[in-house]
C-alpha cells in the first residue's frame, strides 16, 4: 500500500470511536464538533490546498443567498443541456448556477500545474471531489424550498412539513459545518443537507442502534483487505506498463484484467465499509425501515419522530442512505446496468438526480452517455476515465437491445443459462473497463485494449448489431424489463 493509501486507512478508522463520541451529544456539539475535526482533517492532509474546498464553498454560498430571478442569464444559457422549460426555469437556476460554478472549479483546480501554481494533494481532490456533490446537491435543497415557499403564498395555504425540505436556507456558518463536517469527508458516502439536519436533531439518539449494525457491516473488511494485498502483489498494475507483458501469451493479457479489477474492487470495499462504519458509529443516517431510505436520499416516506425514548428504542432502523456499496450486488448482479447500481451508490444516486434527470435527451442510452461523461469529468482528465466511463453506453445498448430480442423467447432452463453467460460477460466488460480507469493515460489503455484486440467493443457492437437485427429494441423503448437481478434465489447480504 503506497503512504496515501495508508492515511486513508487511518483516517477512516479514526472516524469509528470519533462517531462513538459524538453520536449522544447535542445538535450545537454535533455541528460544531463534527465541523473542527473535519477542518482538522483536512488543514493536515491538504495543508494550504485547503483554500481551494473554502473557495468553493463560498462561491456556491454567494449564489445560493441570491434570489433565484438572479440566475435567469445563465440558466437561459444552460436550458438547451439542462433540457428544461421556461415554466421549471427557476427551479433549475439555483442548481445550474451551482454546477457550472464547481464543475468550472474543478477544471482550474486541475490545471493548476499547467498555469505554474503547486499541485494539490492527492486528499485535497478527494475533498474537493465530495465537497462538489454536497454543494450542488445543497442549492438544489435550497431551489426545494424557495419553490415550496412560492406554492404556499400563491395558494394561501401553508403547509406542513413536507418530506426532504430544508427548514429555512442555511447560513454561511451552517454551510461551512456541513462541508467540512468528518463524516465522508475524503470517502463518502455523499449525503445531502437534510440528511445531516435529520443527524443534528435526532429525538433520542442514545436509541439508535451502532455497535450491532457496525459489526454486521464491517465483519467482511479484513478479508477484503488481506485479498486486496494478496492479488495486488501477486498481479501488480505496473506490469502492465511494462514492453515484457506484451510478449506475453494472448490468454495470459486477456486473463490478466481479471485480478486487476479484483484488487480494485477489494480496495474500494474495505475503504466504503469503513466509511459506512464510521457512519454507523455516530447514528448518521439511520432512519426508520418503515421511512424506506434510499442510498444517498434518504426517506422515500414520512415517518413521525418517536415522541419518548421508549417508542424510539422500539423502532427498526437501518442505514441505507449512507450504504455506499452492495458487495454481493456488484458481483453477482447479471446485468451491467444493475452493477452501476450497487457501485458507489450514494454518488450514483446524486449522479440520477442531478445529472441524469436534466439531461438533454430522453433515450436512455444518450442520457447514460451524459451521465457517464460528466461522471468522467467529476473523477479528473486523465482520458482513461473517458475511454472506460463512455464504453459504459455501448454495453447498456447491447444488453438491451439483446436482451430485449432473445431471453424471452428461451425456456426457463435457457433463461438460467443465458444469465450465467450474461453474467460473465458483464464482469469481464467491467474488467475491461477497469483497465482505463486504471491506467488512466491514452496510450497505456489503448496499448493493453490493443493487445487484446477491443474485444469488448467488438463483442458490444455484434451484440447490439445482433439484436437490432432480431428486433430488440433499446432499453428506453422497453416497456418491461425482463428481470433478472442476481444469480442466486435469494439475495445473501455482506453483512
Known amino acids: 500500500m503506497s503512504p496515501e493509501e495508508w492515511t486513508y486507512l487511518v ?94 472549479y474543478l477544471l482550474f483546480f486541475r490545471a493548476l500545474s499547467l498555469l505554474g501554481l503547486p499541485t494539490p494533494t492527492p486528499f485535497t481532490n478527494a475533498v474537493q471531489l465530495l465537497l462538489t456533490l454536497k454543494l450542488v446537491s445543497l442549492a438544489s435543497e435550497v431551489q426545494d424550498l424557495h419553490m415550496a415557499q412560492r406554492k404556499e403564498m400563491a395558494s394561501g395555504f401553508v403547509k406542513g412539513p413536507s418530506l426532504g425540505l430544508l427548514p429555512e436556507v442555511p447560513s454561511l456558518m451552517e454551510t461551512l459545518s ?17 440528511t445531516y439536519l435529520d443527524w443534528l436533531e435526532q429525538p433520542f439518539p442514545g436509541a439508535v442502534p451502532s455497535l450491532r449494525p457496525l459489526l454486521r457491516r ?95 428504542a422500539s423502532l427498526e432502523y437501518d442505514y441505507e442512505t449512507v450504504r455506499n456499496i452492495d458487495c454481493y450486488g456488484t458481483d453477482f448482479c447479471v446485468r451491467v446496468r444493475d452493477g452501476m447500481r450497487y457501485w458507489n451508490m450514494t454518488v ?74 450474461h453474467w460473465f460477460l458483464k464482469m469481464r466488460a467491467y474488467d475491461y473497463m477497469c483497465m482505463g480507469f486504471v491506467l488512466l493515460s491514452l496510450g497505456d489503455t489503448l496499448r493493453y485494449w490493443a493487445s487484446i484486440y477491443f474485444c469488448i467493443h467488438i463483442l458490444a457492437l455484434g451484440a447490439l448489431g445482433l439484436g437490432l437485427a432480431l428486433g430488440g429494441g433499446s432499453p428506453s423503448r422497453r416497456k418491461a424489463a425482463t428481470p433478472t437481478p442476481s444469480l442466486a434465489s435469494g439475495k445473501l447480504r455482506e453483512e
Not at 465541523?35 to 495543508?47: D, E, M, R, S, Y
Not at 456541513?178 to 437534510?194: A, D, E, K, L
Not at 441524469?356 to 442510452?365: E, Q
Request: glycine residues 8%; charged residues 10%; positive net charge.
Open 348 to 421: 450514483q444516486w446524486w449522479l440520477a438526480q442531478y445529472i441524469y434527470k436534466s439531461a438533454p435527451t430522453r433515450s436512455y442510452v444518450l442520457r447514460s452517455a451524459w451521465t457517464m461523461l460528466l461522471s468522467a469529468y467529476w473523477h479528473g482528465l486523465h482520458p482513461g476515465y473517458y475511454l472506460s466511463f463512455l464504453t459504459i453506453p455501448l454495453c447498456l445498448a447491447a444488453e438491451g437491445c439483446l436482451e430485449s430480442a432473445l431471453r424471452g423467447r428461451l425456456s426457463p432452463g435457457g433463461q438460467k443459462a443465458w444469465d450465467w453467460v
Open 178 to 194: 456541513y462541508s467540512y463536517c468528518y463524516v465522508g469527508i475524503m470517502t463518502g458516502p455523499f449525503f445531502r443537507y437534510r
Open 11 to 104: 483516517v477512516l478508522l479514526i472516524s469509528i470511536p470519533i462517531g462513538f463520541l459524538f453520536k449522544k451529544a447535542g445538535p450545537g456539539l454535533k455541528r460544531w464538533g463534527a465541523a473542527a475535526v473535519g477542518l482538522g482533517l483536512t488543514l493536515f492532509t491538504c495543508g494550504p490546498h485547503t483554500l481551494h474546498s473554502l473557495i468553493t464553498i463560498l462561491g456556491t454560498w454567494a449564489l445560493i443567498q441570491k434570489q433565484p430571478v438572479s440566475s435567469l442569464g445563465l440558466s437561459l444559457f444552460l436550458l438547451p443541456s439542462l433540457n428544461v422549460s421556461c415554466s421549471s426555469l427557476d427551479a433549475l437556476s439555483c442548481h445550474a448556477l451551482a454546477l457550472a460554478w464547481t464543475f468550472s
Open 218 to 312: 464491517a465483519w467482511p473488511a479484513p478479508l477484503f483487505g488481506l485479498l486486496f494485498l494478496l492479488s495486488s502483489h501477486i498481479f501488480p498494475l505496473e506490469a502492465v506498463r511494462e514492453d515484457a507483458f506484451y510478449a506475453r501469451p494472448l490468454p495470459a493479457r486477456l486473463f490478466y484484467m481479471i485480478p486487476v479489477f479484483f484488487a480494485f474492487r477489494m480496495r474500494f470495499y474495505v475503504a466504503w465499509i469503513a466509511a459506512e462504519c464510521g457512519c454507523i458509529a455516530a447514528g448518521f443516517g439511520a432512519y426508520p425501515v418503515a421511512a424506506k431510505a434510499r442510498a444517498g436520499g434518504g426517506p422515500t416516506l414520512q415517518c413521525p419522530p418517536p415522541s419518548s425514548p421508549e417508542k424510539a
